[in-house]
């Protein structure tokens, strides 16, 4: 979600270039943050858009480039706006001596040396070394003498000066009178004697007066030089006066953090932590709970709930591993209640089994199912059965919401859930066991009365006949999802019928476009959710890629699919990282690299170990590309071995049952047979069986109920 938004600004910016030339300028980008270096990144990854020019200034440490714009843009220009050359500064300490700032020779070299011919710090240092304040013949310092100066002050404006720079932030007139107890009228004289010293600027020259330190150099040697206990006594001072002016919460926290007042600083943290999350800022809001929990002097609810909330911001950041693991802590606090403890360890195995890390998964599944009174079926036969029990259940029974008469209570809302994440969550590397909690999620949800779980849970029901081509089943249960969404009127419940929707244009209708167009909404409706990345953004990720790669759109299907993978990688998402490298060997051939293709989806293969059961999904994808990467390099038969029994393997599995995948593992088949023949003309063989081969899966491609299947069948023929 988060890339796509990133793509759209992208997109606006291109727009507004074209109608005519753009300037954007970003100062002191060394203060940026993750995100917003991520931004960058995204924003230039295809090159500047023409009419765009991108201009920003950074204070690299001393000898170092400027890392933070490099590593967003690793092809920026940098102009280095270097200090003035000795010719300059003689010039200047000159003029100095003409406006008597300076009378005697000075040591330029020196002075040169530490003020890195910064015109302002030459000043300073010129004045400092004239007074005498400083020994002949030793480098000066910067800071001594910007402090030098400031201990010549009266005793109110180095007051105020202290608080200016220990704000952090440009602040308002009123802050620091506020904060120095004194009136409007005596702080503004404070004030206009420290800009006449250039100590303090206004940071907006029009409206009322915000002020902050003259320069960075100026905020740094200023706090540096008070004691620890004066330090606290102007953040102390500080933090009240901002708080009545309403500062973020991140203001407040910093300056009640740095005052010794614990409590206060923990308050403004969870405000802080959740104004993030909201602004979609999830790594920020995280960062935050952690401090909350870092504090130590909290209740036990406060402590569950700082947990909680910091699981479903690593949640929403895309980490599922690390938000398993502390919806896990979050469950075993002291005093936790037994609903609550169960609803947070369904939590944790969604997030395990979404994330791909299975074994975790299903052992914190099983207890979750077994917790809320559900049957964990062991067995290929009982799993098909109940599957089987399902379907015909849920095709006799109607659709409509009951009214259970009252909201359902926490455990009933977790036994309900427990079916959606057990069996989404099992979909890559246990299908079998995925498809059985899906198909009866409908019966746990529609008797509660629940729209946004009984749409959710139809949704996901109506992918077992949708895989299978069974239009009037799945339609059935679509409609149904979809009116439980418009019945609940949220976006998240539009969202999951919207998908299952997509899904049947996708894999009944093969309608690429029309599935690209619905992909776009569905993106727009999960961002109206206020949230940023999760397993469901990762699944339409997936589907809108095969969708690009059916229309030719390899470039850009290529630049997206990289990326994703080292997003993937990043957060540890093991489930995406997986599809996205099984599925789309196709950037490979773009780049013509199979020998890396291959070992990238092999790699990528291996990261399930022996945790998933049987031939998945992921396995499938996996023997897909495979079979691409020898078509394009001629080497069937180096392979032959490997395929075969692949295929033999695929021909037991459920993914053979998957309409789209079968009509797909047809002309697969049938050009792995054409190309076996080709080598066999090559070899001075006819070939005649391997081409009537392929003619055979040419006929039973014809047979498909799918639209795409005649056209396939014809590229099939024309290949013998």
Same mark, same amino acid.
């Not at 220009?77 to 010719?87: A, E, F, I, N, Y």
């Given at each position: 979600l988060r890339a796509e938004a990133f793509r759209m600004l992208a997109r606006l910016l291109g727009r507004l270039a074209a109608e005519r030339p753009l300037l954007a300028v970003v100062e002191d980008i060394h203060w940026a943050d993750a995100e917003s270096i991520d931004l960058l990144r995204h924003l230039f990854a295809g @090159?500047?858009?023409?009419?765009?020019?991108?201009?920003?200034?950074?204070?690299?440490?001393?000898?170092?480039?400027?890392?933070?714009?490099?590593?967003?843009?690793?092809?920026?220009?940098?102009?280095? =706006?270097?200090?003035?050359?000795?010719?300059?500064?003689r010039d200047l300490v000159v003029a100095l001596e003409r406006e008597g700032s300076a009378d005697g020779a000075v040591n330029v070299e020196l002075l040169l040396r530490e003020s890195?011919?910064?015109?302002?710090?030459?000043?300073?240092?010129?004045?400092? *070394?004239?007074?005498?304040?400083?020994?002949? @013949?030793?480098?000066?310092?910067?800071d001594d003498a910007l402090l030098a100066r400031v201990r010549e002050l009266e005793?109110?404006?180095?007051?105020?000066?202290?608080?200016?720079?220990?704000? @952090?932030?440009? +602040?308002?007139?009123?802050?620091?009178?506020?904060?120095?107890?004194?009136?409007?009228?005596?702080?503004?004289?404070?004030?206009?004697?420290?800009?006449?010293?250039?100590?303090?600027?206004?940071?907006?020259?029009?409206?009322p007066r915000r002020l902050e330190p003259y320069h960075d150099r100026v905020r740094e040697a200023v706090y540096k030089s008070l004691e620890p206990e004066a330090r606290r006594r102007v953040h102390g001072a500080?933090?009240?006066?901002?708080?009545?002016?309403?500062?973020?919460?991140?203001?407040?926290?910093?300056?009640?953090?740095?005052?010794?007042?614990?409590?206060?600083? *923990?308050?403004?943290?969870?405000?802080?932590?959740?104004?993030?999350?909201?602004?979609?800022?999830?790594?920020?809001?995280?960062?935050?709970?952690?401090?909350?929990?870092?504090?130590?002097?909290?209740?036990p609810f406060e402590r569950q709930e700082a947990l909680a909330a910091l699981a479903e911001a690593y949640q929403n950041e895309g980490r599922p591993l690390t938000a398993a693991r502390t919806?896990?802590?979050?469950?075993?606090? +002291?005093?936790?209640?037994?609903?609550?403890? *169960?609803? =947070?360890?369904?939590?944790?195995?969604?997030?395990?089994?979404?994330?791909?890390y299975l074994a975790e998964g299903l052992a914190a599944a099983r207890d979750v199912v077994r917790a809320v009174g559900a049957l964990w079926p062991e067995g290929f036969v009982l799993t098909v059965l109940g599957i089987l029990l399902a379907r015909f259940s849920l095709a006799l029974r109607p659709l409509a919401l009951r009214s259970a008469g009252r909201p359902p209570s926490l455990e009933e809302r977790t036994r309900m859930d427990a079916f959606w994440s057990v069996g989404a969550g099992l979909t890559l590397m246990h299908t079998l066991k995925g498809?059985?909690?899906?198909?009866?999620?409908?019966?746990?949800?529609?008797?509660?009365?629940?729209?946004?779980r009984s749409a959710r849970a139809l949704a996901a029901a109506s992918f077992l006949p949708i895989a299978e081509a069974r239009r009037g089943s799945a339609l059935r249960l679509i409609e149904g999802a979809e009116r439980a969404a418009e019945a609940d009127g949220g976006d998240l419940a539009r969202f999951y019928a919207g998908v299952a929707r997509a899904a049947y244009v996708f894999m009944v209708e093969n309608d690429w476009r029309a599935f690209a167009t619905a992909a776009e909404e569905l993106t727009r409706l999960w961002t109206a959710t206020g949230r940023r990345a999760g397993w469901e953004t990762d699944s339409v990720e997936q589907f809108t890629g095969?969708?690009?790669?059916?229309?030719?759109?390899?470039?850009?299907?290529?630049?997206?699919?990289?990326?994703?993978?080292?997003?993937?990688?990043?957060?540890?998402?093991?489930?995406?990282?997986?599809?996205?490298?099984?599925?789309?060997?196709?950037?490979? =051939?773009?780049?013509d690299t199979p020998d890396e293709g291959e070992r990238d989806v092999r790699e990528a293969l291996a990261l399930l170990g022996g945790t998933s059961r @049987?031939?998945?999904?992921?396995?499938?994808?996996a023997l897909k590309s495979l079979v691409q990467l020898a078509l394009y390099r001629g080497d069937v038969d180096a392979w032959d071995g490997e395929l075969r029994e692949q295929w033999r393997r695929f021909d037991r599995s459920l993914c053979r049952r998957i309409a789209l995948v079968h009509m797909e593992s047809l002309l697969l088949r049938g050009q792995l047979a054409v190309a076996r023949a080709t080598r066999a003309a090559f070899d001075g063989t006819l070939g005649h069986a391997y081409l009537a081969e392929a003619e055979r899966y040419a006929r039973r491609l014809r047979r498909s109920p799918l639209p795409a299947a005649p056209v396939l069948a014809d590229e099939l023929v024309a290949c013998v």
């Open positions: @090159g500047e858009p023409r009419g765009l020019c991108f201009f920003a200034t950074v204070r690299p440490p001393p000898g170092s480039e400027p890392a933070a714009a490099r590593g967003a843009v690793p092809e920026a220009k940098v102009l280095s =706006l270097s200090g003035l050359d000795d010719r300059e500064a890195q011919g910064h015109p302002m710090f030459l000043t300073e240092l010129v004045r400092h *070394t004239r007074r005498g304040a400083h020994p002949t @013949g030793r480098a000066p310092d910067l005793g109110g404006a180095r007051a105020a000066l202290e608080v200016v720079c220990a704000a @952090g932030v440009a +602040v308002p007139e009123s802050v620091v009178a506020r904060a120095l107890s004194r009136s409007r009228s005596e702080t503004g004289r404070l004030l206009s004697l420290l800009k006449v010293e250039r100590l303090v600027r206004a940071s907006v020259p029009h409206g500080l933090a009240p006066a901002l708080e009545k002016l309403d500062a973020p919460a991140e203001v407040l926290l910093v300056h009640y953090d740095r005052a010794g007042l614990p409590r206060e600083a *923990t308050r403004h943290a969870r405000k802080a932590a959740a104004s993030a999350a909201t602004a979609l800022a999830f790594a920020r809001a995280a960062a935050l709970y952690r401090y909350t929990l870092e504090q130590g002097d909290l209740a919806y896990e802590e979050a469950a075993a606090v +002291v005093g936790t209640s037994a609903a609550q403890a *169960t609803e =947070l360890r369904r939590r944790a195995a969604e997030q395990y089994l979404m994330g791909g498809t059985y909690f899906s198909a009866w999620g409908p019966h746990a949800c529609l008797p509660s009365g629940d729209a946004f095969w969708a690009r790669s059916s229309l030719g759109q390899l470039r850009e299907l290529s630049a997206r699919v990289d990326a994703g993978v080292a997003e993937a990688r990043a957060m540890g998402n093991r489930f995406r990282e997986v599809a996205l490298r099984t599925c789309f060997a196709v950037r490979h =051939l773009c780049r @049987g031939f998945t999904n992921a396995h499938y994808w």
